[in-house]
C-alpha cells in the first residue's frame, strides 16, 4: 500500500510556507535564497513536477495520481513502466529543460553517507558525489522556488547547509528505522502520515548488493 508521504491533499494542492526556511548555508556559496513569499502563493502544482535521480519512478507516479505532471529523471531507463514520462538525461539537463512547478531530488547516497566514511573518506568517489548532490541543489535553487532533497545521515549539511528535517520510515507506515534528512526549499515539513511500531534498522543490517541502493 502506497502512504502519502509527500501530505498531498486531493487535487494535488501543496501547502508551502509563508516564508522560506532560512538555512545556514557556507558562505562560499555562490547564490542566496530568497526569503520572500511566493508571489502566486499556492501555485507551483499547476506546472510540471521533476523528480532527480528517479528510475522507479515511485514519487513520479504517486504524483501523477495526484493530478500533477510529473516526470522522472535518470541516466537510467526507467523501471516504473512509463517511460513516457521519463526523461533519460543528466540532472542539470533536465532541471533547465523547462519552468518546473516543484523539484524533488534524491542523489545517489553510496559515497556521501555518513556509514561510508569507513570506505570512502577522501575518496575520489566521495568527491564526485558531494559534487552532484550539491550542484543538482543549487542549481534546482536557481530555477524553482519549490525544492526538496533527500538523503540518509549525509555528510552534505557541509556543502548545502543545515538540514531542513529528519524522518524515519515508521512514521509513515512501516515499521522500521532508517535516519532520512530532507532539505526543503518552499515546500512544508513533512507530518507523519500513519505512525506504526517496529524500529528494527534492517537496512543497516542487509549485505551488499546491486540493488541495495533501491531499498
Known amino acids: 500500500m502506497a502512504h502519502n508521504v ?45 523528480v532527480g535521480f528517479e528510475e522507479s519512478q ?57 556509514c561510508g566514511n569507513r570506505w570512502y573518506w577522501n575518496s575520489e568517489k566521495r568527491i564526485e558525489g558531494i559534487e552532484l548532490c550539491k550542484n543538482a541543489w543549487i542549481e534546482a535553487c536557481k530555477v524553482c522556488d519549490y525544492v526538496a532533497l533527500e538523503q540518509p545521515k549525509t555528510i552534505m549539511q557541509k556543502y548545502i547547509g543545515q538540514r531542513s528535517q529528519t524522518i ?15 532539505w526543503l526549499k518552499g515546500f512544508s515539513k513533512l507530518e507523519p502520515t500513519e505512525i506504526v511500531e517496529g524500529r528494527e534498522n534492517k537496512i543497516h543490517k542487509m549485505p551488499p548488493s546491486k540493488d541495495r541502493s533501491k531499498l
Not at 526556511?21 to 526569503?35: D, G, P, R, V
Open 58 to 114: 515511485a514519487i513520479t507516479i504517486q504524483l501523477r495520481a495526484k493530478g500533477i505532471e510529473a516526470y522522472s529523471c535518470d541516466l537510467q531507463e526507467c523501471s516504473g513502466g512509463h517511460p513516457e514520462w521519463h526523461l533519460q538525461m543528466d540532472i542539470s539537463q533536465a532541471i533547465n529543460l523547462k519552468k518546473w512547478g516543484g523539484i524533488i531530488l534524491h542523489p545517489p547516497c553510496t559515497f556521501t553517507a555518513l
Open 6 to 50: 509527500l501530505q498531498l491533499p486531493e487535487g494535488g494542492e501543496f501547502n508551502h510556507k509563508t516564508q522560506y526556511e532560512a538555512m545556514n548555508f557556507n558562505q562560499t556559496q555562490m547564490f542566496n535564497l530568497s526569503t520572500e513569499p511566493p508571489l502566486l502563493g499556492r501555485c507551483c502544482y499547476k506546472l510540471p513536477f521533476l
Open 168 to 182: 524515519h520510515p515508521w512514521q509513515f507506515g512501516h515499521g522500521e528505522t532508517k535516519e532520512t534528512w530532507l
